[in-house]
């Protein structure tokens, strides 16, 4: 059974440019939840897609938004980058409320 | 809003010896979940173990136990005979529950565990 899968594993940005994250869950997993990890700010929670849905979102600026399609893989784009947005992206599935989490290895992202 | 506080940074313990990491949060919720998770060098977050509030009995993985006391709203995780691979970072984290709506993980700030040979 695939894990959840995202892509890329390491990405370099300038300052100002956008960027598209990527992640496909496990099989049959219908939400899909993206945190963003920092040394400063630790673990913080940014969004929750399910059934293509947004269900809830973290305290996070509008640069900062997502969407799932009907396969359930999610993107996740950030417009404007910020030298501050360096950090891993970490993307996780669950099947259904009430589920635990499965987490992808992430997205590091760094802004230069 | 739900905090969750991991008040040790680093711990460190021999091979084969036992090791207490700490964990308190806070909330108003009567009922929810806690999390232990790993996060080995490679960078994906492995669930441990996981408690819900409503369970007395403290879980219990293999070499991975619990102690979870709901009053003093203390979640610590206790591993024995520590093995080499046990080394990375252990967050704990709190979920509310479905009838409670937001479902995020909320996450303590972590402690890095060194296993000495």
């Known amino acids: 059974k695939a894990g959840v899968t995202q892509t890329p594993r390491y990405l370099i940005k300038t300052r100002g440019q956008q960027v598209t994250l990527s992640c496909s869950p496990i099989s049959g997993h219908r939400s899909v939840s993206w945190y963003q990890q920092t040394p400063g700010q630790g673990l913080q929670f940014l969004f929750e897609?399910?059934?293509?849905?947004?269900?809830n979102k973290g305290n996070f600026p509008g640069r900062f938004s997502g969407r799932q399609f009907s396969n359930s893989r999610s993107e996740m784009n950030v417009s404007t980058l910020e030298l501050g947005d360096s950090a891993l992206y970490l993307c996780?599935?669950?099947?259904?409320?009430?589920?635990?989490?499965?987490f992808g290895s992430g997205t590091r992202l760094t802004v230069v | 809003a739900q905090t969750v506080t991991q008040s040790q940074p680093e711990m460190s313990v021999q091979e084969a010896e036992t090791v207490t990491l700490s964990c308190t949060y806070d909330?108003?919720?009567?009922?929810?979940?806690l999390f232990w998770y790993k996060q080995p060098p490679s960078r994906q977050m492995i669930l441990v173990i996981r408690q819900e509030a409503y369970k007395q009995q403290n879980a219990t993985e293999n070499r991975f136990s619990v102690n979870f006391q709901k009053a003093a709203k203390s979640f610590s995780l206790k591993i024995s005979d520590s093995q080499l691979g046990d080394a990375a970072m252990y967050f704990c984290a709190y979920r509310s529950t479905p009838n409670f709506g937001n479902e995020k993980l909320t996450f303590g700030t972590g402690t890095r565990l060194t296993i000495i040979p």
């Open positions: 996780a599935s669950r099947r259904d409320r009430g589920d635990g989490y499965t």
């Open positions: 909330t108003s919720e009567s009922d929810y979940y």
């Open positions: 897609y399910f059934s293509e849905t947004q269900r």
